[in-house]
C-alpha cells in the first residue's frame, strides 16, 4: 500500500509551513521547536515530501520551504530515516523531476544532490540512469529538472562519479552532455555547459577523452544569444587554459580575439569570466606571444573595465563625503590574523633585522574599496592589467599613454578615478619606463590627495604608494615632503575610506623611507595621535599598524622624552580600556611589541603592567585549553591567537629592554608557561615561544640556565624534537634558539650536542630548505662547533660546503662572526674535514667585509697554514679555480 497523509497531519504541516514565514522572532522560535518536535515522528518527512510534490493546490513558496525543510532534516538525520521513508522520498523526487515550475524542479534538485552526499550514490543504483534517460524526454520541464538535477550532482560529486566506485559513469555521461551543446533552449545548453565545466580541472578522463570534440562544441556556441551560455562557455576555456593549454593553441589567436570580444559583454557576469582569461593567460609561458599582437586593443578594454560601476558608487555611498562621524558596522572589520614571529638575518642588499617578518605582506591590488570584497569586473580588470604589465615591461606602456593622458584630466570624476587606479596597477610592471614622467605625475597626484571627491582622494592614496620607492630615492625637499605633508592631512580626512587608505599608503611610505623620516617625525606624532581621537574602530585597528610601522622603520630615534610623551599616553590609554577577551588586542599588542623594540629602555616606565598582562594571558589561555582538553562538552576551546600575540610582545620586551627585563622575569613564573607553550599541538604557539625563548637567553641568561641545566630537564629535549622542517618557521626559531643557548652555555652545552647536531646536518643538506632555515641552522652549526668544538668537528666533511654557500651573503654582524669563530675552531681541532671544500670556505672568508682583527687572524692562518702544507705550485694550480674576484680579495686581505 502506497503511503496516504492522515488529513489532520496534513493540516498541522501546512499551518507550520505558513508560521515559518513569518517575520515574527516569537513566531519563529515557536516554529524551531515545533519542528523538532515533529521530527520525533518518522513519516513527518513523508509528509514535507507530500507537501513540495503532489500538493498542486499549496503556493509555490510554500511547497518549496517544505522541500528545504526535508533537505535540513536529510542532512542531519538522513541516517535514521526507516527505509521506507527514505525509499518514498527517492521514488517522489524522480517522479516530479519534471514538474511545471522551476521553483519546484529546482527544490527537487538540491534534495536530490543532497541525498546523493549522504553516500547514496552507491546505494540509489537508478538515479543517474534515470535523469540521463529523462534528459531524452519531449517534455521540456521533465529534460530541464533532470539536468538541473545533474549539474548539482557534478558540482557536489565529481571526483566520486569520476572514481571507480560507481563504475566510472562518466564514461556514458560526458558524450552524452556534449550531445546537448546544441540543444534549442539556452537553458538546457547552459546546464549542459556547467556540467561538463565541473570536470575540467580534475582532468576527469572521461573528459580528456572527448577533449577535441568538447572544445569545438564551445567554439560552436562562441557567440550564443544566451548570456548565461557565453558565461560558461568563458569559463570553461579559462579552466582549459590551465589544463590543456596544448589543445588551445593551434586556435589561440582566435580566442584571444573572442575573449576580447567578451570582456567587453554588456552582461557584467560574462565579462568578469572573460576578464579572468587574461589573468590566467599571464602565468603561462605563451602569453608574450599570444597577446603582443593585440595589446592596441586589450589595453583599452581593460582600463574601460576599471571604471567604478553605477551599482558600485551606490553601495560604496560614493556620494558621501563626510562621515567620520558615523559608527562603524561591526560586521564590515574583518577578522584580524596574526602573524608569528619569525627570527631572520640581515643580507646584504635588504634591511630587515632580527625578528623582521622575511614574507612581504602581499597586499592586494586595489585594496581601496573593501567594502565590495566581492570580486567585480574592476578589481579583475586592475589585477589582469597588474599581471600583464609585468610580463610585457616597457611593451604596454605605449599603448597606455595616450589613453592615460585622457583618462587623469577627464572632467568626469569617474573616469579620472580610474586613470589614477591604472597608474597604480602598472606601477610594478611599469616602473622603469614610468621614471621620466613621475617628476610631472607626482606633484599631479599630490594634488589629486585634495580633491572633492573623497574616492578619488582614496585611490590617489594606494597609487601614491605604489610610487613610494621612487619617491624616496630622490632629493626629500622634492615629493618626500610633499607627499607626507599631504598624506598626513589625509589621515585626519573626514571620510573613512580615505582615512583608511591614506593610514596604509603611509605605512608603506614608512618603510621604503625608514630614517629619513626622523626629522619630521614630531610632526608625524601629532597627526597620528590626534586620528586616535578621531577614528572609528575599523581606521583604529589600521592606525595601529602605522604607529608599528613607524616604530619598526626609525628605531631607536623614537626614544626621545618629546616623542615618548606624545606617544605613549594614548596607546596606554586604549591598552587599559581593552578587556582580556577582545581581538583589538592584537594590532595593539603587535603595535606595542614594535614600540617597545624602538624604545629600549625609554619604555621602561611603562613595560611592568605590558608585562604582567601578557603573563596572565598566556596563563588564562593555557588554563582554559587544560580544561577544554579535560571537558570539551563544558568548555569551549581557547583562541591560542592570544597566547602567540602575547608571547611575541614579551619577545619585543626582552628585546627592547635587554637585561633591563631581568627583574621582570625574575618576579614571574614565565619560564614555567613558556615549557607548556613549547608542547603546544599548534605550531604558531612553538614558533612564538621558540623565539621568545632566544631572546630571553639573550636578555636574561641567569632565569633560563637553571631549566635548562637541572637534572632531567626537558627543554633542550624539547628543541631538538622541533627541529622538523616540516615546520618551517618552528625549526628555524627552534634552531636559532639553541644557538643563542650554546653562545651562553659555553663548555657546559656539551652533553646536548648530541640531540641536535644530526637533526642540524641533516637540514643543511636537504633541498629546497628555505634561505631563512639554511642560514640560521649554519649559524646554530658554528656556534655549537664554537663552544663544543672536539663534538661538533668530526662532522665537518658532512656540513662544511653548504654551511660556506648558505653564509656568503649575510652581512657582517654578532651572528656571522660567532658562528665563523666556530668554523675556525673545529677546522683546528679537523683540518682534514675541510679539504674536500676548500675553496667554499675561502669563498665564505672572502664575503666578509672588515671582521675583527682577531678573526681576520684566525682566517689568516688558516689560508696560510692551507698553502704550505700543500706547496706554492699546488696552491697556484687550486687558486686559478677561483673566480676573479674571489682571486683578488684573498690576495688583498690575505696575501694568499
Same mark, same amino acid.
Given at each position: ?10 493540516q ?30 518518522? !513519516?513527518?518527512?513523508?509528509y ?11 503556493? $509555490? ?12 532534516? *536529510? ?18 523526487c524522480?517522479?516530479?523531476?519534471? !514538474? ?11 534534495l ?14 537508478? %538515479?543517474?540512469?534515470?535523469l540521463?534517460n ?23 560529486s ?36 556547467a ?30 544569444e !544566451?548570456?548565461? *551560455? ?22 589561440m ?28 593567460l599571464?602565468?603561462q ?6 597577446v603582443?599582437?593585440?595589446? #592596441? ?8 573595465g576599471?571604471?567604478?560601476s ?8 560614493? !556620494? ?8 562603524d ?13 619569525t ?5 646584504? @642588499? ?38 600583464? #604589465? ?5 611593451e ?23 586613470g589614477?587606479?591604472?597608474l ?12 621620466p ?20 582622494? @582614496? ?27 599631504? %598624506?598626513?592631512r589625509?589621515?585626519l ?9 591614506a593610514?596604509? /599608503? ?17 610632526f ?11 577614528y ?21 630615534h ?31 599588542? $603587535?603595535?606595542l611589541?614594535?614600540?617597545?623594540? #624602538? ?7 611603562y613595560?611592568?603592567?605590558v ?5 596572565? %594571558?598566556?596563563?588564562?589561555?593555557? /588554563? ?12 569551549? @576551546?581557547?583562541?591560542k591567537?592570544?597566547?602567540? *600575540? ?8 626582552a628585546?627592547?629592554?635587554g ?8 618576579? @614571574? ?33 641567569v632565569?633560563?640556565k637553571?631549566c635548562i ?17 616540516? =615546520? ?13 643557548? /650554546? ?9 646536548? *650536542? ?15 630548505t ?8 649554519a649559524i ?13 668537528a668530526?662532522?665537518?666533511p ?7 654557500t ?22 683546528g681541532?679537523?683540518p ?5 671544500d676548500?675553496i667554499? =670556505?675561502?669563498? #665564505? ?16 692562518k688558516i ?5 704550505d ?16 674576484l674571489?682571486?683578488?680579495?684573498l ?6
Open positions: 500500500m502506497e503511503w496516504q497523509p492522515d488529513e489532520q497531519g496534513l498541522q504541516v501546512l499551518q507550520l509551513l505558513r508560521d515559518s514565514q513569518s517575520p515574527d522572532t516569537a513566531t519563529q522560535r515557536s516554529v524551531q521547536q515545533k519542528l523538532e518536535q515533529l521530527n520525533q515522528y518518522p !513519516d513527518f518527512n513523508n514535507l515530501i507530500f507537501v513540495l510534490t503532489r500538493l498542486k493546490t499549496e503556493d $509555490e513558496p510554500t511547497r518549496s520551504l517544505s522541500g528545504l525543510i526535508l533537505k535540513n532534516n *536529510v542532512k542531519v538525520h538522513y541516517q535514521n530515516f526507516p527505509p521506507g521513508v527514505a525509499h518514498f522520498i527517492k521514488q517522489e524522480l517522479n516530479s523531476i519534471g !514538474d511545471p515550475s522551476p521553483l519546484i524542479r529546482a527544490t527537487i534538485g538540491i536530490i544532490t543532497t541525498i546523493s552526499t549522504k553516500g547514496e550514490l552507491q546505494t540509489w543504483p537508478e %538515479l543517474l540512469p534515470q540521463c529523462m534528459l531524452n524526454s519531449e517534455d521540456y520541464n521533465t529534460c530541464e529538472g533532470s539536468f538541473g538535477a545533474l549539474q548539482k550532482i557534478c558540482e557536489d565529481s571526483e566520486l562519479l569520476d572514481s571507480d566506485a560507481l563504475n566510472r559513469p562518466l564514461n556514458i555521461m560526458i558524450p552524452k552532455f556534449l550531445q546537448f551543446f546544441k540543444h534549442c533552449s539556452p537553458k538546457i545548453r547552459s546546464h549542459a555547459i556540467c561538463v565545466n565541473q570536470f575540467i580541472i580534475g582532468r576527469a578522463q572521461a573528459l580528456m577523452d572527448n577533449i577535441d570534440t568538447f572544445i569545438e562544441s564551445l567554439f560552436a556556441l562562441a557567440t550564443d !544566451d548570456c548565461e *551560455v557565453r558565461k560558461n562557455v568563458c569559463r570553461a576555456l579559462v579552466m582549459l587554459l590551465e589544463v590543456r593549454i596544448d589543445r588551445l593553441i593551434p586556435h589567436h582566435s580566442i584571444v580575439e573572442y575573449m576580447l570580444q567578451r570582456t567587453r559583454d554588456p552582461d557584467e557576469n560574462v565579462s568578469l569570466e572573460a576578464c579572468e582569461f587574461w589573468l590566467t599571464a602565468e609561458p605563451i602569453c608574450k606571444e599570444a603582443s599582437g593585440h595589446l #592596441a586593443q586589450l589595453v583599452p578594454v581593460l582600463v574601460n576599471m571604471k567604478y553605477e551599482i558600485d558608487i551606490i553601495l560604496l555611498k560614493g !556620494d558621501v563625503e563626510e562621515d567620520e562621524a558615523v559608527p558596522n561591526e560586521q564590515d572589520i574583518k577578522p584580524r590574523f596574526h602573524k608569528s614571529r627570527v631572520t638575518l640581515r643580507h646584504e @642588499s635588504t634591511e630587515g633585522g632580527e625578528g623582521a617578518d622575511s614574507e612581504d605582506d602581499d597586499e592586494d591590488d586595489d585594496d581601496d574599496d573593501d567594502s565590495l570584497s566581492d570580486w567585480n569586473l574592476r578589481k579583475c580588470s586592475a589585477a589582469a592589467l597588474d599581471v600583464l #604589465a609585468n610580463v610585457f615591461r616597457d604596454l606602456l605605449p599603448h597606455l599613454l595616450p589613453v592615460l593622458k585622457e583618462l587623469l584630466f577627464h572632467p568626469d570624476w569617474v573616469v579620472k578615478e580610474s589614477i587606479l591604472v597604480g596597477a602598472i606601477a610594478e610592471g611599469c616602473m622603469q619606463d614610468m621614471v614622467y613621475l617628476p610631472e605625475l607626482i606633484p599631479e597626484l599630490i594634488r589629486c590627495l585634495c580633491d572633492k571627491k573623497a574616492l578619488v582622494r @582614496s585611490i590617489t592614496c594606494w597609487t601614491l604608494s605604489r610610487y613610494a620607492h621612487w619617491v624616496v630615492s630622490q632629493p626629500a625637499d622634492s615629493y618626500l615632503k610633499p607627499l607626507m605633508t599631504e %598624506l598626513l589625509r589621515i580626512d573626514s571620510n573613512k575610506r580615505v582615512q583608511e587608505a593610514c596604509s /599608503a603611509f605605512a608603506t611610505l614608512e618603510e621604503e623611507a625608514c630614517t629619513e623620516l626622523v626629522p619630521y617625525l614630531s608625524i606624532l601629532d597627526t597620528l595621535v590626534f586620528a586616535f581621537g578621531k572609528q574602530h575599523k581606521n583604529l585597528l589600521i592606525l595601529y599598524d602605522a604607529i608599528g610601522t613607524l616604530a619598526d622603520s626609525v628605531g631607536h623614537l626614544n626621545q622624552q618629546e616623542y615618548i610623551q606624545k606617544l605613549m599616553p594614548p596607546l596606554i590609554q586604549k591598552w587599559n580600556e581593552l578587556k582580556d577577551e577582545d581581538k583589538d588586542l592584537f594590532p595593539l599588542l $603587535e603595535c611589541s614594535s614600540v617597545a623594540t #624602538a624604545l629600549q629602555s625609554g619604555f621602561l616606565p613595560c611592568e603592567p608585562y604582567q598582562r601578557c603573563v596572565t %594571558l598566556v596563563q588564562k589561555n593555557l /588554563a582554559q585549553a587544560m580544561m577544554y582538553s579535560q571537558h570539551p562538552d563544558q568548555y569551549e @576551546s581557547p583562541d591567537d592570544f597566547m602567540i *600575540v602575547a608571547l611575541d610582545l614579551l619577545s619585543g620586551l628585546e627592547g629592554l637585561s633591563h627585563v631581568d627583574q621582570l622575569v625574575a618576579r @614571574s613564573n614565565i619560564m614555567t608557561l613558556l615549557f607548556q607553550c613549547m608542547q603546544d599541538t599548534m605550531p604558531e604557539v612553538r614558533q612564538s615561544s621558540f623565539a621568545l625563548l632566544g631572546d630571553l637567553t639573550k636578555a636574561c641568561f632565569h633560563v637553571p641545566a637541572e637534572l632531567l630537564s626537558e627543554f633542550m629535549p624539547v628543541l631538538g624534537h622541533n627541529l622538523n622542517p616540516e =615546520f618551517i618557521s618552528v625549526c628555524n626559531n627552534a634552531t636559532w634558539a639553541i644557538g643563542e643557548i /650554546a653562545i651562553q652555555m659555553g663548555t657546559e652545552m656539551q652533553p646536548f *650536542v648530541a640531540l641536535v647536531l644530526g637533526s642540524l646536518v641533516e637540514i643543511i643538506n636537504r633541498a629546497n628555505p634561505k631563512t632555515l639554511l642560514e640560521n641552522t646554530t652549526i658554528g656556534r655549537l662547533g664554537y663552544v663544543c668544538p672536539q663534538e661538533v668530526p662532522m665537518l658532512q656540513f662544511v660546503q653548504p654551511w660556506c648558505s653564509l656568503r651573503n649575510i652581512r657582517d654582524n654578532e651572528e656571522k662572526d660567532s658562528a665563523f669563530r666556530g668554523i675556525c675552531v673545529m677546522i681541532v679537523n682534514g674535514g675541510v679539504v674536500q676548500f667554499f =670556505f675561502c669563498d #665564505a672568508v672572502a664575503s666578509w667585509v672588515n671582521p675583527k682583527d682577531d678573526l681576520r687572524d684566525m682566517f689568516y689560508l696560510h697554514g692551507f698553502k702544507q700543500v706547496g706554492d705550485d699546488n696552491w697556484k694550480q687550486f687558486s686559478e679555480q677561483f673566480p676573479p674571489l682571486k683578488e680579495r690576495s688583498a686581505c690575505y696575501g694568499v
